[in-house]
């Protein structure tokens, strides 16, 4: 007779959160910012590599050519191509994300994404014109979030896309762990532990008369550690010959098998 397993009840919590997130998204912009970095995620890992990073590409082309029309000082042929051009860079994250969680699906693996695409959007924005690639900041629509704006006042807007990028990573991994306790403890704890700290921080900023609100901070300092670290850790993980990379991977252990 076949053993009845019972459901999932964090996975089935967890689908019934998210889909009412993703409704609300479609709505409003700001929160839509969070869940189409869930949606590009999930997306891309579902499909091989390079179609992956195709099919998002394509999507985000087909969705950003008529919410941005009016907003752009381009027109005809030259709209056309600097959309498209945006759509590949703003899909480049992914890509070297997906490349990364090929080989390894730890909780390690989460950080190729915040880390990519935080220096993606610096290299980006320093290099093109605003016309092109300013539709694709993902700061900007988050003015009015109260409990991270302190947090950017102070660490630089590149902070904001690190914790969309990073969120949206750490949802599709303890998603493919199908939210399992014990698959996803510590690593889902350290998230949250980050998160927390974050958050009381902002909290402390906002109430210190000192702070002065509104105001984002355009240093790099955060985009260049991005940089490192994510030249790092696609390193460890895509460059080191295997027996290199096992050395690697079993000297950082602790953190690679959360």
Request: glycine share 10%.
């Amino acid at each position: 007779m076949p053993t009845r397993t019972s459901p999932n009840r964090w996975l089935q919590g967890a689908t019934v959160a998210i889909i009412g997130i993703f409704v609300l998204g479609f709505v409003f912009s700001p929160v839509g910012m969070w869940t189409g970095a869930i949606l590009g995620a999930w997306l891309i890992g579902t499909q091989r590599v390079w179609r992956g990073f195709l099919w998002l590409a394509s999507i985000t082309f087909i969705l950003s050519v008529p919410s941005n029309w009016r907003s752009s000082p381009l027109t005809g042929i030259d709209y056309l191509g600097g959309m498209m051009l945006a759509a590949l860079i703003g899909s480049l994250p992914y890509l070297l994300y997906r490349l990364v969680t090929v080989r390894r699906q730890g909780f390690l693996s989460t950080l190729a994404l915040p880390f990519w695409g935080v220096t993606v959007q610096m290299l980006a924005q320093r290099c093109l014109p605003a016309s092109i690639f300013n539709h694709y900041s993902l700061a900007q629509p988050q003015n009015a979030n109260v409990s991270l704006l302190p947090i950017a006042t102070v660490l630089g807007a590149g902070s904001i896309p690190f914790l969309i990028y990073w969120t949206a990573a750490v949802i599709i991994w303890m998603w493919n762990n199908e939210f399992q306790g014990k698959k996803i403890a510590a690593g889902a704890s350290i998230f949250a532990a980050v998160w927390a700290s974050l958050l009381g921080y902002g909290f402390f900023l906002r109430i210190s008369p000192a702070y002065t609100p509104h105001v984002l901070v355009t240093g790099t300092t955060l985009a260049w550690t991005c940089l490192a670290g994510s030249l790092i850790l696609t390193a460890g993980i895509l460059i080191l010959p295997g027996r290199k990379r096992k050395l690697w991977a079993d000297k950082t252990q602790t953190i690679a098998l959360l």
